[in-house]
């Protein structure tokens, strides 16, 4: 007898998601943005089901999410930000209402909801994460939320 095994491939044919993103350090978020619809168009899905939510800040986020996980218009939704320290004084707060918030999201509405926010010390660090040395951390996530989706598609069956 074998167990049964779930697990999420990476195809995101016809899956919806749905990206919220922040203005705030808009130089960095842009470049989340461009990897997160690059990464899902590789994999499958098509632009007739992403849809793009810009949002002031990332402190944002997490309202503007669990409005759209209500939606039931999706099968995962990215959250892309970048909070600096540097830029802020106020990083530590904004940081972690951010992603208490986010994991709230999810929690609270079941969709998967994605974490794509980049808590960096410096700019430099974070143009690293943002198509540079680091990779994009909007590809990856997008990576995740289409493994994701999936996922939940086969739990669902
Ligand atoms: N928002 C960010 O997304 N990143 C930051 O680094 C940041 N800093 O530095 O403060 C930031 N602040 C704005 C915040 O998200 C809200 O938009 C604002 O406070 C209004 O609620």
Redesign the pocket.
Known sequence: MMAKVYQGQLSASGRKFGIII?R??EFITTRLLEGALDCILRHGGSEENIEVVWV?????IPVTAQNLAQSGRFDALICL????RG??V??EY?AAEVTKGIAQVGLQTGIPTLYGVLTCDTLEEAIERAGTKQGNKGWQTALNAVEMADLWRGLKK
């Open positions: 922040s705030f350090n002031p800040g990332s402190f944002e930000a970048a909070v600096i830029g802020t106020h990083f904004v």
